[in-house]
T-cell receptor, first 117, second 113 residues
């Protein structure tokens, strides 16, 4: 199946700093990527939908100025957590949409565990 | 708004047992339904995907069924093994295109040797 690479897999940062997470589709072009957040023992909650070349669409309650999403190419979307605080500590995971002759599927990255001290 | 519920939240079984995990969703107008496995601190592994026109999918010891009209899906695991211990997530998608998956909270499965 298609491969989605997410980097870094874990990051520890000080409060007030910014962290960038990358999501790459390695063997397909992804016009759409989704960013999710997962708190301990909770399910994955959609944060935003990212479309190549346009502004991301954020879910209600997600601050677009805090969680900056850039989808400048068909294979790369980035999520930047700006001025991170301990409450932003969470597991972040991306998903990329692949459409081919067999239909359409969503593939997931391996996730990024963010810990803000 | 679509809501996905998984029951039970946690399950512990002895090795070798067959088991069923349940998933229900409130809006039956779905494009597909997918079952995932998630190990602690890890990403998602896709287990089975059922298109809205299908009733079940099988892979090895896993069988997933879909009853779209009643908003239910089950994941059947045969002859469980300790290596099956993980959280199992059910997710549904309303449409193709810019439509994301909506996840349940998962069932944490422990298979005891």
């Amino acid at each position: 199946g298609a491969v989605v690479s997410q980097h870094p897999s874990w990051v520890i940062c000080k409060s007030g700093t910014s962290v960038k997470i990358e999501c790459r589709s390695l063997d397909f072009q992804a016009t759409t990527m989704f960013w999710y957040r997962q708190f301990p023992k909770q399910s994955l909650m959609l944060m935003a939908t990212s479309n190549e070349g346009s502004k991301a669409t954020y879910e209600q309650g997600v601050e677009k100025d805090k969680f900056l999403i850039n989808h400048a190419s068909l294979t790369l979307s980035t999520l930047t957590v700006t001025s991170a605080h301990p409450e932003d500590s969470s597991f972040y995971i991306c998903s990329a949409r692949d459409f081919n002759g067999d239909g359409e599927k969503l593939f997931f990255g391996s996730g990024t565990q963010l810990s803000v001290l | 708004k679509q809501e996905v519920t998984q029951i039970p939240a946690a399950l512990s079984v002895p090795e070798g047992e067959n088991l069923v995990l349940n998933c229900s969703f409130t809006d039956s107008a779905i494009y597909n339904l997918q079952w995932f496995r998630q190990d602690p601190g890890k990403g998602l592994t896709s287990l089975l995907l059922i298109q809205s026109s299908q009733r079940e999918q099988t892979s090895g010891r896993l069988n997933a069924s879909l009853d779209k009209s009643s908003g239910r899906s089950t994941l059947y695991i045969a002859a469980s093994q300790p290596g099956d211990s993980a959280t199992y997530l059910c997710a549904v998608r309303r449409n193709s295109g810019n439509t994301p998956l909506v996840f349940g909270k998962g069932t944490r499965l422990s298979v005891i040797a």
